[in-house]
């Protein structure tokens, strides 16, 4: 168990809806990631954030967008959704930046969403 | 250019075959870290091992060994006598610190299937 909690595990919905995805990351890290991961392609970066500011953005579509709240729970917000954009969504969770621990932080992943667009 | 390259797409074992999966990568840095993580046919990602830039150190885990080598930027890795637990999608990536935050750059993965 990684202690990344991701709900919910299973998304079914329909082209043109919203939906939001949710993260809460190991105690005592930071730093939140998103990643798509669609089928049978590699993971793709979405956004990060680190003590609830945004610190980097990858290839994320303007119909996506992400917030990080004071208890550094993140969620992924997903509107106007295309068939396209089915994926497994992973949040992934590390210390964050600096010296020491967080150093040598790896990156631990929740077990992600899976979101089929209909 | 930083990136990871993992030009086995798919590879097929047999199970108590050896195999050893690649991983290539560029970086302009001189501090970085490489990490391997798996991920099964249950779709979790799962971290497996890291290494930093200074640490040139092969280390083994059980059947599990990497091979990290500067000079030909590449951070491979061997599983000995492979059993069918070991199918899965493997993946290498590289962090690099940039714009005040650390940026992460999978490769593409290998798919390894260990046949009984």
């Known amino acids: 168990d990684s202690g990344v909690t991701q709900t919910p595990k299973h998304l079914i919905t329909a082209t043109g809806q919203r939906v939001t995805l949710r993260c809460s990351p190991r105690s005592g890290d930071l730093s939140v990631y998103w990643y798509q991961q669609s089928l049978d392609q590699g993971l793709q970066f979405l956004i990060q954030?680190?003590?609830?500011?945004?610190?980097a953005k990858g290839n994320i579509l303007e119909r996506f967008s992400a917030q990080q709240f004071p208890d550094l729970h993140s969620e992924l917000n997903l509107s106007s959704l295309e068939l396209g954009d089915s994926a497994l969504y992973f949040c992934?969770?590390?210390?964050?930046?600096?010296?020491?621990?967080?150093?040598?932080?790896?990156?631990?992943f929740g077990n992600g969403t899976r979101l089929t667009v209909t | 250019a930083q990136k990871v390259t993992q030009a086995q797409t798919e590879i097929s074992v047999v199970e108590k075959e050896d195999v050893t999966l690649d991983c290539v990568y560029e970086t302009r840095d001189t501090t970085y870290y490489l990490f391997w993580y798996k991920q099964p046919p249950s779709g979790e990602l799962v971290f497996l091992i890291r290494?930093?830039?200074?640490?040139?150190q092969n280390e083994i885990s059980g059947r599990y060994s990497w091979n990290f080598q500067k000079s030909t930027s590449s951070f491979n890795f061997t599983i000995t006598a492979s059993q069918v637990v070991d199918s899965a999608v493997y993946f290498c990536?590289?962090?690099?610190?940039?714009?005040?935050?650390?940026?992460?750059?999978f490769g593409t993965g290998t798919r390894l299937k260990v046949l009984a």
């Open positions: 954030y680190y003590n609830g500011e945004e610190r």
């Open positions: 290494r930093n830039s200074f640490d040139e």
């Open positions: 990536a590289l962090r690099i610190s940039t714009s005040g935050t650390y940026k992460y750059i």
């Open positions: 992934a969770s590390s210390v964050g930046l600096g010296t020491g621990e967080s150093y040598n932080s790896p990156l631990h």
